[in-house]
């Protein structure tokens, strides 16, 4: 991405590295993306998470539009989409594009609660234009007479950048 212009912003709490440019416009930040913004253990070892919205504060592009927001975050989506969504949908007017992989598990009540949400997602002119079991969770399973996956990779466009 940073070969077509684009200012690149990844963030990961797990791999114990500290803030640092990863190329020319490539920011690595050690942060997690949640509900709110504290910390949480992984591995025995406290990491921070931010909001959506703090984490665009920290890196002072609240105004900005973006291009393609992915997120991967280990099943913490119900987290961020509920905060995001309840709490902070005006935020997602300035992005084009959302990649998510998500992890609805076995648990019906979860599913639900992620199909609740892309359904708001929706509602905010975002349309799903791809979606696909992700390949490397080998753990598929029988769910409503179907094989379905504990998780998959989805991509939303807002209707206004089409």
Excluded at 11 to 28: C, E, V, W, Y
Excluded at 52 to 59: G, P, S, V
Excluded at 88 to 101: P, R, T, Y
Aim: overall charge positive; some cysteine.
């Amino acid at each position: 991405m940073e070969r077509y212009g684009c200012k690149v912003y990844a963030f990961d709490p797990t791999m114990g590295r500290q803030a640092h440019l990863r190329g020319s416009n490539i920011h690595f930040q050690p942060w997690g993306l949640g509900g709110e913004t504290g910390t949480s253990t992984f591995k025995g070892k406290k990491i921070p998470i931010y909001t959506y919205r703090d984490i665009l504060k920290k890196i002072n592009e609240e105004k900005s539009l973006i291009d393609y927001l992915k997120i991967d975050i280990e099943g913490f989506e119900i987290d961020f989409f509920r905060n995001v969504l309840n709490d902070d949908a005006e935020l997602l007017a300035n992005v084009k594009q959302i990649g998510m992989e998500i992890h609805p598990g076995r648990s019906t009540t979860i599913r639900d609660k992620i199909w609740s949400q892309i359904r708001q997602l929706r509602s905010l002119h975002f349309s799903q234009v791809f979606s696909q079991p992700n390949l490397v969770a080998k753990n598929p399973y029988e769910f409503r007479n179907k094989t379905v996956s504990n998780c998959y990779e989805i991509l939303w466009v807002r209707k206004q950048f089409n």
